[in-house]
């Protein structure tokens, strides 16, 4: 009589041996990289690219708002328009500190104008012709009317 760890060993052998080859065989080559999209087709002769906008150039206005006891402003309504528009292009709120920054293009004069409920509104001119990169405004607000 034989031992049965030995036939089981014999039938596994014969296993692997009869199913290596079929799974060697069995595996398919991979597939070919799809080809590559066509390259995009070159911009019109009579028109030139289109330039990204960058804001390297632009004009900063960074500035802070005080309450007329001298505290921190937050939530008031900043509105900024070229001097020669009627129409206000650029609007923000300050934040919890009271302070805001904005971005404008450079070349152009510039007017601010300050919102706050129950305070006077303010409004401020802005150069933005001389070179210099960016303006730093301090704001006061005072109460309309007396306020006892």
């Given at each position: 009589?034989?031992?049965?760890?030995?036939?089981?060993?014999?039938?596994?052998?014969?296993?692997?041996?009869?199913?290596?080859?079929?799974?060697?065989?069995?595996?398919?080559?991979?597939?070919?990289?799809?080809?590559?999209?066509?390259?995009?087709?070159p911009p019109a002769p009579g028109k030139?690219?289109?330039?990204?906008?960058?804001?390297?150039?632009?004009?900063?206005?960074?500035?802070?708002?005080?309450?007329?006891?001298?505290?921190?402003?937050?939530?008031?309504?900043?509105?900024?328009?070229?001097?020669?528009?009627?129409?206000?292009?650029?609007?923000?709120?300050?934040?919890?500190?009271?302070?805001?920054?904005?971005?404008?293009?450079?070349?152009?004069?510039?007017?601010?104008?300050?919102?706050?409920?129950?305070?006077?509104?303010?409004?401020?001119?802005?150069?933005?012709?001389?070179?210099?990169?960016?303006?730093?405004?301090?704001?006061?607000?005072?109460?309309?009317?007396?306020?006892?």
């Amino acid at each position: 009589m034989q031992n049965p760890r030995w036939i089981i060993l014999t039938g596994i052998a014969a296993m692997f041996i009869a199913f290596a080859p079929a799974s060697a065989c069995a595996q398919e080559p991979p597939p070919p990289p799809p080809d590559a999209p066509p390259a995009s087709p070159p911009p019109a002769p009579g028109k030139p690219a289109k330039q990204k906008y960058s804001h390297a150039n632009d004009f900063l206005i960074i500035g802070t708002i005080f309450d007329s006891k001298g505290y921190a402003f937050p939530g008031v309504e900043l509105k900024i328009r070229r001097s020669d528009e009627k129409k206000y292009r650029w609007d923000n709120y300050t934040n919890s500190r009271g302070e805001f920054a904005v971005r404008v293009p450079q070349g152009s004069d510039y007017e601010m104008i300050i919102h706050a409920k129950g305070f006077a509104d303010q409004t401020r001119q802005l150069d933005a012709k001389t070179g210099v990169s960016e303006a730093r405004i301090v704001f006061r607000m005072e109460p309309v009317g007396d306020k006892k």
